[in-house]
């Protein structure tokens, strides 16, 4: 059994676009990676609301700590 944060669907835009009707967020931040934003971030764009995009770069050697203090500050930086 998957946990509930995570959805198998043959229509991501719109799992992403019903969850996100049922939140109230003051802002939204997608976070990816440069293949995810090639590949992936077109196919849900138009499903998210007014949204900032944070990239960090792909790859094994960049899933680290320098990483996440960039994604930290840039996330502080949009309160």
């Not at 939140?23 to 764009?45: A, G, I």
């Not at 900032?52 to 502080?76: A, D, P, R």
Request: glycine residues 2%.
């Amino acid at each position: 059994m998957l946990p509930e944060h995570i959805r198998l669907t043959q229509d991501p835009a719109k799992e992403l676009t019903d969850f996100l009707i049922l939140k109230k967020y003051s802002q939204v931040v997608v976070v990816t990676d440069s293949n995810t934003r090639k590949h992936c971030y077109p196919l849900l764009k138009d499903a998210l609301p007014r949204h900032s995009l944070l990239e960090t770069m792909s790859g094994e050697e960049f899933k680290n700590l320098e990483t996440c203090v960039y994604i930290w500050e840039k996330l502080t930086a949009l309160k």
